[in-house]
């Protein structure tokens, strides 16, 4: 208990300073950084390509997961519209399926007609 008492308050200091004090921890960050880089330049590398795997790694997760979401996606419409073939229940219209692709569909028919637009003002000039 002591020493959860002892490390604690520290650790939640260094883990919400970015979000606290963003300036003091951008200028620490910078300072620390320039020092590392004239008396450690060994370390200072390492350090930079560990930053780079990380926003590498970083970057995969979040395609991962978008990756993932379209799957669950396109698995819940799926199994809906199967559902809604054997049992004749309107689920589409139930979850607002069919409003979701009515949306998309009216977007992309409002750029075609922009653009179209566009093109004959082309024309007539």
Known sequence: MFATRLILPPICFVASAKYF??????????????????????????????????????????????????????????????????????LREIFGLREETNRLLETSFEEVQHATEGKVEENKD
């Open 21 to 90: 004090l963003p300036r003091t921890s951008h200028n620490l960050s910078d300072y620390l950084g320039s020092v590392e880089d004239a008396h450690f330049p060994v370390l200072a590398e390492k350090h930079d390509i560990a930053n780079a795997h990380s926003a590498m790694t970083w970057e995969r997760i979040k395609e991962g997961t978008n990756d993932a979401r379209a799957r669950v996606g396109h698995g819940a419409v799926s199994i809906v519209e199967k559902v809604q073939e054997t049992s004749g229940l309107k």
